[in-house]
């Protein structure tokens, strides 16, 4: 039987390893955190239950593949958030949204459900906290170097964010002019820096709005949403924000102290909500995403030709969006390709 190595369990890694459940196939998913879900990640404290990396999944594929699965076998817990998503500007000026009603899926446990349920879906073996340290390329396989221990493979997958996928590539042991030239491509891919400040609040106001984005990318937020419109996210009469500042204030302040962090993202709230009570939060945690989101894809041409060396990609740099719908889809499609290979 054919092995595959799978480096990453976001979503990505996962949906590979699901499009792969029904082949010949031995499928080993390593990631090197202790939960699945990558950059889908929920935390929750006291009786609340946050979504600290993305939002929400949107019903954005051309085909309805990804959105199919969501609502099919990956439906257990799946909720949407319906109240709408509002817009502001520089100048602080809050305006209604384009009336997009289309569903904004999340999990009543959180977003990192969706590597759960996909995890469960998919007929493989997740090892988590398992960090591939290094690979080398020895006579038609793939050998690992994984945290406490070594493995080999015929086929591997590789789906951490580019730049570490470049870095992996980069130390790895593999003697071919095409590995330089991959380095080059997956070092290439442009990356945003966001900050994600969770706040809560003892009480809730009444708002029209799930949440505001920064249409036109010139203030020192990009983003607030309200867990409380998560269906089971938030006590009654409680309030936790999701403050996202923009990538550029995020990397100003990426080194700074979580409260410092905290408090800034919070007098920026309260000044835009108009909303005093915002300043004072009773805890924060504040989460740190240093490769958050691709601005490009890579060379799909380059990604290909690894294909004969029995290496493969995906996730969203690969798909060029940073989003979870086409990282997932990613995912479905690099795992079709090597079924149809077997
Ligand atoms: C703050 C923020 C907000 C976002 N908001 C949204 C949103 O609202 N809607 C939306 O659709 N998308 C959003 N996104 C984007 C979305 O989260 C990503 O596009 C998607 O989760 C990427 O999935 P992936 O599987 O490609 O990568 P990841 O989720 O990054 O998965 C890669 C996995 O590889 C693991 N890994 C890395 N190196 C190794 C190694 N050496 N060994 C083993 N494992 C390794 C990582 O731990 C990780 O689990 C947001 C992202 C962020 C950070």
């Known amino acids: 039987m054919t092995s595959i190595a799978v480096v990453g369990a976001g979503v990505a890694g996962l949906a590979a390893a699901y499009a792969l459940r029904d082949a010949d196939a031995d499928v080993t998913v390593y990631e090197r955190r202790d939960t699945v ?13 946050f ?7 949107k019903e954005a594929d051309e085909d309805g593949r990804v959105s199919e699965l969501l609502t099919t076998e990956l439906a257990d817990g799946l909720v949407d958030t319906e ?9 602080g000026e809050i305006s209604e949204g384009r009336g997009d009603d289309s569903p904004k899926w999340t999990y009543r446990e959180g977003l990192a459900t969706l590597g ?41 997958v590789l789906t ?39 706040l809560h609040y003892p009480d809730r106001t009444d708002l029209p709005y799930y949440a505001l984005v920064n249409a036109d990318k010139d203030h020192d937020l990009g983003w607030i949403s309200r867990e409380e419109c998560k269906p089971g996210h938030v006590p009654e009469g409680e309030s ?7 990538p550029e204030w995020s ?54 030709r690894a294909a004969d060396q029995a290496l493969y990609f995906a996730g969203d ?8 719908h086409a990282a997932l889809r990613s995912g479905l499609e690099t795992g079709d390709e090597i079924r149809k290979s077997l």
């Open 116 to 156: 759960d349920r996909l995890a469960d879906a998919a007929d493989a073996e997740v090892r988590t906290g398992t960090e591939v340290e290094t690979f080398a390329r020895e006579d038609d396989e793939w050998w690992l170097r994984v945290r406490g221990g070594e493995a080999t493979a015929d086929r591997l």
């Open 37 to 49: 879900g990558g950059r889908a990640a929920t935390h929750r404290r006291d009786e609340c239950v």
């Open 83 to 91: 109240e709408p998503v509002w817009t502001f500007n520089a100048d």
């Open 251 to 304: 990397r100003q302040h990426y080194d700074e102290p979580d409260d410092q962090i905290a408090i800034g993202a919070a007098d920026r709230t309260a000044e835009l909500l108009d909303d005093a009570d915002r300043y004072q939060f009773d805890w924060a945690e504040v989460v740190r995403w240093r490769d958050a989101l691709p601005d490009a894809g890579a060379d799909a041409d380059v990604l290909e």
């Open 160 to 198: 951490p964010p580019a730049p570490t996928t470049a870095y992996l590539l980069d130390r790895a042991d593999w003697d071919d002019p095409l590995c330089s030239d991959l380095v080059e491509t997956a070092s290439d891919v442009p990356y945003r820096t966001l900050l994600s400040v969770a």
């Open 317 to 324: 740099w690969v798909a060029g969006e940073g989003r979870i």
């Open 51 to 57: 979504d600290v990396g993305a939002n929400y999944v």
């Open 240 to 246: 936790l924000l999701i403050v996202q500042p923009s």
